[in-house]
């Protein structure tokens, strides 16, 4: 009994989410931002290391293969019919074409579903009170509390943060969650531009989990049968 409790110890810490292996990069808009051009847009995602990504950019209400969203406690959508602000889209805040995605924060946190992304990026606009930003279940803080976050003005572009998975890591959750919810208001941002990079190599952990579980029970097979 005690060598198998060992072996699901191991295997629960092997396979629980490596804070570590998350790493935020940011960029500060008014730097890496000079137009919508498709020249201009290809500088951008150079600048913002994001260079063949998936790109959304919310100029209709179907989501790209890959990515789904929604309040947390609602299954995950690739169509924003229905989601956010009511009159989306809005013109304020873009990162890319016309157009972005306004999300209010007071109907719950928002959920940015990925499958099992390397890199993720997300472009965020108009926070005007305390917004987390949780990866994975993570709370990496206060994005105002980020790197190159920069509020020039209201309704306007603020930071674009790039979120990589190292060591064999994916991304398959981003929440935002505005520290007024609970009856006490909230708070609504702009998303542009979200970017992300399918992972097309299993998590090393995954690997190490079913070869750890496969030799814990053959071990205490053959100890029965001795």
């Known amino acids: ?48 290391g994001i260079t063949g990504y998936t790109i959304e950019d919310f100029e209709d209400s179907t989501l790209v293969d890959g990515f789904k969203f929604g309040p947390e406690g609602v299954t995950p959508s690739s169509d924003t019919t229905g989601l956010g602000n009511p009159n989306n889209p809005f013109t304020q805040a873009v990162w890319d074409g016309n157009v972005s995605f306004l999300f209010d924060s007071q109907i719950g946190p928002s959920v940015f579903q990925f499958n099992n992304a ?56 981003v929440t935002f969650v505005s520290d007024l919810q609970g009856g006490n208001g909230g708070d609504g941002l702009f998303i542009d531009h979200v970017a992300f990079l399918e992972s097309s190599v299993p998590e090393p952990s995954t690997w190490l989990g079913l070869i750890l579980a496969s030799l814990c029970f053959w071990v205490k097979r053959k100890s029965l049968s001795v």
Not at 8 to 19: G, H, N, R, V
Not at 148 to 160: A, F, K, L, P, V
């Open 118 to 173: 390397a890199s993720v990026g997300i472009g965020v606009g108009d926070i005007e009170t305390n917004i987390r930003m949780f990866v994975n279940g993570n709370d990496f803080g206060l994005i105002r509390d980020f790197l190159n976050y920069n509020r020039t003005s209201d309704n306007n572009r603020e930071i674009y943060i790039r979120v990589d998975a190292n060591s064999g890591d994916v991304i398959n959750t």
């Open 1 to 48: 009994m005690k060598f198998i409790i060992t072996c699901f110890l191991s295997l629960f810490i092997l396979l629980s989410p490596a804070y570590s292996d998350l790493v935020i990069t940011s960029f500060d808009p008014t730097v890496v931002f000079s137009g919508t051009g498709a020249s201009e847009q290809a500088d951008m995602d150079a600048a913002l």
